[in-house]
Nanobody
Framework: QVQLVESGGGLVQHGGSLRLSCAAS????????MAWYRQTPGKQRELVAA???????HYLDSVKGRFTISRDTAKNTAYLQMNSLKPEDTAVYYC?????????????WGQGTQVTVSS
């Protein structure tokens, strides 16, 4: 059973920074993609950043230049460094890991961590 545990959320002022962590219970090299999503009440969960094991990282347009996703296989942890935070970044942030198994993909989600940016 794969478990993902997020941490690092909290309350920060407009323009501040936070670093989210996603600790996996297994070797993250097994995951072909690790990603961060976010969700606000009444809205669908949206992809914020994705880090494939091979290939380019992907970012939501509104966070490009401000957020950076990374993965540390030695620590089995993925990170989301968030700088120049804005009130519209307020959301619950979720870590997702995807593992390709044959022709299908197994998805794993963390429990979420709240990020609140005050104006």
């Amino acid at each position: 059973q794969v478990q993902l545990v997020e941490s690092g959320g909290g309350l920060v002022q407009h323009g501040g920074s936070l670093r989210l962590s996603c600790a996996a219970s297994t070797n993250i090299f097994l995951f072909n993609v690790m990603a961060w999503y976010r969700q606000t009440p009444g809205k669908q969960r949206e992809l914020v950043a994705a880090h494939p094991r091979v290939g380019s990282r992907h970012y939501l347009d509104s966070v490009k230049g401000r957020f950076t996703i990374s993965r540390d296989t030695a620590k089995n942890t993925a990170y989301l460094q968030m700088n120049s935070l804005k009130p519209e970044d307020t959301a619950v942030y979720y870590c997702k890991a995807e593992r390709l198994v044959g022709t299908t993909t197994d998805d794993y989600w963390g429990q979420g961590t709240q990020v609140t940016v005050s104006s």
